[in-house]
């Protein structure tokens, strides 16, 4: 079939990327393939799901159209900088225009060594952090937060290393509205590279913020934007575990799932990734980390800002913009969930008391709010002291009696299930052996997360003592 690129990245000088094409893998097999996202970008999934589909899908073939390159960029990797990272196991095939005239990055994940690998990389990735991504993009997707997407995962037939083990390898197809960093400003800021951030900043208004014409009003637009992501992040109970400056896309989608995670037990001081040793990542800490991301953000852009007083004041007021944006949506989407239409200031004591009592008694987070939706008077079996949820239901109830149609709001505001973190590793370790059927059954069960179905009852459960996930990890 004829794809219909239009690599408007590839046409940026050659500092933006390194042509590179994916290195052909053995023995390549579908495991899984996103129908639906196929549909929506205007592609023939029976051909997807043909040989000279899955060629494409797994590097051996490149479709005409496709400009294969590896995109450069830089960043803060837990605080600390790192002037040249880039894609070192991914290639970018192009750029896809849909029917609707949007505008998708193809890009392929675990498709082998670019010049921008480092150190000993192979560029490979192996089948667990593939299909996690996987299901946990399109779980995001489904729960309504913007996200970069997952189109097809596939088996290369050839082993990784990782820790001195083979696995599996395995190759993503991921789609993005763009690949536009922070750090890839920083690329180039790095370098004093005037032109170079002009030029990206151009491609980011054009890709972007069409009505945005100066670098100010691109700031502010980035930051109402990451203001909105992660409060839908936080009301979901999601910690994305990395949030380093080269994994925040300008586009407003979450992108890179590493050690990211979900709550079961509730607490703001919660971390999952291995590699987060001080908490800097933690779930409470998330929004201080974005305003952060954003401040580098906007020390790359002075240069076409200014460097006075004044344009210093502006651009840190346009930084500090994300506060308000942020505390706006986190009040909204959070009285949704107990059932507030319209959430005002005077609500913030009800919502806070109800996640302190949460956390002190270990309260699984999306039980809770689950159960508020379906019978209150249960939620209070989620705590370890259930007179702690009665005692705050009383104030609850009083409030709500003024709403229109609580139970509507929550139903639409908390879902019942979530991609849990023993699910997905259960997912991962029958997929090693070679056994998909946990996947395609995870996946069902995700495709509508706020839907009633008794099909997936047991998709909502809490995992046992045994079966609670405490440490995730990045492992492409």
């Known amino acids: 079939m004829t794809i219909p690129f239009d690599n408007s990245y590839a046409r940026l000088p050659d500092s933006f990327f390194e042509r590179q094409p994916p290195q052909p893998v053995k023995a390549p097999e579908l495991v899984v393939l996103n129908r639906d996202l196929a549909e929506r970008l205007g592609l023939d999934a029976d051909w997807l799901e043909s040989p000279e589909g899955l060629a494409m899908l797994a590097g051996n073939t490149m ?120 750090g890839t400003f920083q690329y180039f800021a790095a370098r004093n590279d005037r032109d170079g951030l002009r030029t990206l900043l151009n491609t980011l208004i054009e890709r972007h913020y069409p009505d945005c014409e100066t670098p100010l009003e691109v700031l502010r637009a980035v930051a109402a934007k990451q203001g909105e992501l992660v409060a839908k992040w936080m009301a979901i109970g999601f910690i994305h575990g990395v949030m380093n400056t080269d994994n925040m896309a300008l586009s407003g989608e979450t992108i890179d799932y590493g050690p990211c995670a979900f709550m079961d037990h509730y607490h703001p001081g919660r971390v999952f990734s291995s590699i987060d040793q001080q908490g800097r990542y933690a779930y409470a800490r998330q929004p201080q980390v974005a305003v952060w991301n954003l401040a580098q953000f906007a020390t790359c852009l002075m240069p076409l800002i200014g460097d006075d007083d004044a344009a210093i004041e ?67 079996q989620e705590f370890t002291e259930p007179m702690a949820f009665d005692l705050w239901r009383e104030g609850w109830e009083k409030r709500i009696a003024s709403e229109d149609d609580p139970h509507s709001v929550m139903a639409t505001a908390n879902p019942l299930r979530i991609p849990r973190n023993h699910r997905i590793e259960e997912m991962i370790a029958a997929a090693v052996e070679g056994d998909d059927g946990p996947l395609h059954s995870l996946m069902a069960a995700l495709a509508d997360p706020y839907a009633e179905d008794p099909r997936y009852a047991a998709y909502e459960a809490a995992p046992k003592t045994d079966e609670r996930v405490f440490r995730t990890f990045c492992g492409t």
């Open 63 to 182: 479709p005409e159209g496709a400009e294969p390159i590896a995109q450069a960029y830089a960043g803060h990797q837990f605080g600390g900088f790192v002037p040249r990272l880039g894609d070192g196991r991914a290639v970018l095939l192009g750029e896809i225009v849909a029917p609707d005239g949007a505008r998708f990055d193809l890009q392929l994940k675990g498709a082998g060594r670019t010049p921008f690998s480092r150190g000993r990389s192979d560029g490979r990735a192996w089948i667990g952090p593939v299909l996690r991504e996987y299901v946990l993009s399109e779980a995001m997707a489904k729960l309504g937060v913007p996200t970069t997407r997952a189109l097809a995962a596939v088996r290369t037939g050839e082993t990784v290393v990782r820790d001195a083990s083979g696995r599996p390898g395995a190759i993503l197809t991921r789609v993005a509205r763009s690949h536009i960093r922070v």
């Open 314 to 380: 502006q651009a840190s007021a346009a930084v500090d913009s994300f506060i308000g944006v942020y505390q706006r949506e986190w009040l909204r989407l959070m009285g949704r969930k107990i059932g507030i239409a319209e959430a005002t200031e005077d609500d913030l004591t009800l919502i806070e008391d109800l996640l302190n009592r949460m956390s002190t008694e270990k309260a699984d987070f999306t039980r809770v709010f689950s159960a508020l939706r379906r019978d209150p008077k249960t939620a209070g």
